[in-house]
């Protein structure tokens, strides 16, 4: 069965920064291209990163570029999103996903962990 | 960017009825479109992709279909558990965009 589970999410201030982790099971995970996405509270969704299943190529959206970097370790099954400088419009519900396999739309989603970006 | 106009952005309908949702694309896209659904509170879930093919364990009540830079996610003999928000999504070329979301609520 497929799992994917998020932690590292929480309450920080502008200019802050957090790790994000999805810890991956119940599949071949290095053989798998995987993304997050975010969703603002009330809002709908937005694609941040993605990331090869080797590690080597990653993709952003223009709205985090610079700010935010996607990485993976295969060793532990784990993906990761460290997120810098944060502002208010970061704060959403950030979603881990699984692609298909030899393409970049998701198959299976993690249940999410939300970032509130607060003073 | 490519855009992606999702329309109706709410709908209500009853226990039985067959709803149709569409995404416009803003350029030809190919059939790279991927349908979700979204019940409150929790994951998306995926449902189709390449436009036509369910993901594993979709019901066959949901089907897709596409035409040039339209698509569309019927619903066949609507379930009590289809009631929630809908997305397309665009993967013909990053960035990915996803459509506003479309509510199908209960009549």
């Known amino acids: 069965e497929v799992q994917l589970l998020e932690s590292g999410g929480g309450l920080v201030q502008p200019g802050g920064s957090l790790r994000l982790s999805c810890e991956a099971s119940?599949?071949?995970?290095?053989?798998?291209?995987m993304s997050w996405v975010r969703q603002a509270p009330g809002k709908g969704l937005e694609w941040v990163s993605d990331?090869?299943?080797?590690?080597?190529?990653?993709y952003y959206a223009d709205s985090v570029k610079g700010r935010f970097t996607i990485s993976r370790d295969n060793s532990k099954n784990t993906l990761n999103l460290q997120i810098n400088s944060l502002r208010a419009e970061d704060t959403a519900v950030y979603y881990c996903?699984?692609?298909?396999?030899?393409?970049?739309?998701?198959?299976?989603w993690g249940q999410g962990t939300l970032v509130t970006v607060s003073s | 960017d490519i855009q992606m106009t999702q329309s109706p952005s709410s709908l209500s309908a009853s226990i039985g009825d067959t709803v149709t949702i569409t995404c416009r694309a803003s350029?030809?896209?190919?059939?790279?479109l991927a349908w979700f659904q979204q019940k409150p509170g929790k994951a998306p879930k995926s449902l189709i992709y390449?436009?036509?093919s369910l993901q594993s364990g979709v019901p066959s009540r949901f089907s897709g279909s596409a035409s040039g830079t339209d698509f569309t996610l019927t619903i066949s003999n609507l379930q009590p558990e289809d009631f929630a928000t809908y997305y397309c999504?665009?993967?013909?070329?990053?960035?990915?965009?996803f459509g506003g979301g479309t509510k199908v609520a209960i009549k």
């Open positions: 999504q665009q993967y013909d070329s990053y960035p990915l965009t």
């Open positions: 996903a699984k692609l298909v396999r030899g393409d970049i739309t998701m198959s299976f």
């Open positions: 390449a436009a036509f």
């Open positions: 119940g599949f071949s995970f290095r053989s798998y291209a």
């Open positions: 990331i090869s299943g080797s590690g080597a190529i990653t």
């Open positions: 350029q030809g896209i190919s059939n790279y």
